[in-house]
């Protein structure tokens, strides 16, 4: 079974910083790579950044230049540094685990809410 828990979202002003952890959890898998999305209100779902097993990393245009992923020392744990953090920045941040487990391999967390706001 395959767990996937987000923390550390919360209310910001523009300009202002938040970073994310992403946990996976469980045993008998293999994590290929560990994304974040975003989805606000009315829109869809959008790639926010991953990172493969082998450390490539992508961003979504949206974000680029002004969030950073990375992963902890258990490779199981990802984080998203975010700055300059902008009102359009507001949504709801899904982790999404890639596995070899499963019929698609794709398991989501609950989501954080990130509000940017004065």
């Known amino acids: 079974q395959v767990q996937v828990g987000e923390s550390g979202g919360g209310l910001v002003q523009p300009g202002g910083s938040l970073r994310l952890s992403c946990a996976v959890s469980?045993?008998?898998?293999?994590?290929?790579?560990i994304d974040w999305y975003r989805q606000a209100p009315g829109k869809r779902r959008e790639l926010v950044a991953g990172i493969t097993r082998a450390g490539n990393i992508n961003y979504g245009n949206a974000v680029k230049g002004r969030f950073t992923i990375s992963r902890g020392d258990a490779k199981n744990t990802v984080y998203l540094q975010m700055d300059s953090l902008k009102p359009e920045d507001t949504a709801v941040y899904y982790c999404?685990?890639?596995?070899?487990?499963?019929?698609?391999?794709?398991?989501w967390g609950q989501g954080t809410q990130v509000t940017v706001s004065s």
């Open positions: 469980g045993s008998g898998f293999e994590i290929y790579a």
């Open positions: 999404k685990a890639e596995t070899d487990l499963g019929d698609s391999g794709d398991y």
